[in-house]
């Protein structure tokens, strides 16, 4: 697990000692060719962060700040190591994501990364309380990881899908806010 472009390009980083599902090379780098015009400036928050690796991306490619959300201790340590290898000052938040999300009411975030495990349907979940707390800036975009086989509503509030991608077993949809696309 690497960084794969931008400033930290090729810088290596620690997965969490626990079950975590990292985003491989492959699957990030797909994501990141759709979204690499959303970025820079973008304040963005990284939702089930397991290693950090996503908002460390964005970091990488000029991204002005990042929150991470995680859950498991192994998750923040591991998070905390790869934060100070690539200079991030970035918030990192050891709590259940509804709680975490609830916490930030009020900030704004132009980029979001909703990666939970697989067998749950925290994607949509996590997507309502985003709306919920107000959480997004006009024209934010949300990247859902999911398993493949997995559907995700075509809207979700002010939430629209604007691309879909298919790498292996994992999916990426990715909306774009209060914008009807």
């Known amino acids: ?78 998070i905390k190591r790869n934060c100070s290898a690539c200079a991030c000052g970035g918030n990192v938040i050891k709590a259940d994501f509804a709680q975490a999300l609830q916490r930030l009411s009020g900030e704004k975030f132009g980029l979001v990364f909703i990666d939970p495990p697989y067998e749950t349907d925290f994607c949509v979940t996590a997507m309502q309380m985003l709306n919920q707390y107000h959480l997004l800036s006009d024209g934010a975009i949300v990247a859902c990881e999911h398993k493949r086989d997995t559907v995700l509503p075509e809207k979700v509030y002010n939430l629209s899908v604007y691309k879909t991608r298919s790498v292996g077993i994992a999916n990426f949809t990715i909306y774009k806010y209060g914008e009807e696309l």
């Open 1 to 78: 697990m690497r960084i794969i472009a931008g400033k930290h390009r090729g810088r290596k980083l620690v997965a969490p000692k626990n079950e975590a599902r990292p985003t491989l090379d492959r699957s990030k780098e797909t994501l990141f060719n759709i979204i690499q015009f959303d970025i820079a400036g973008k304040n963005v928050l990284d939702i089930f962060a397991g290693s950090g690796a996503l908002g460390l991306e964005a970091h990488s490619r000029g991204a002005s700040s990042v929150t991470f959300i995680d859950n498991d201790f192994n998750s923040i340590e591991a």
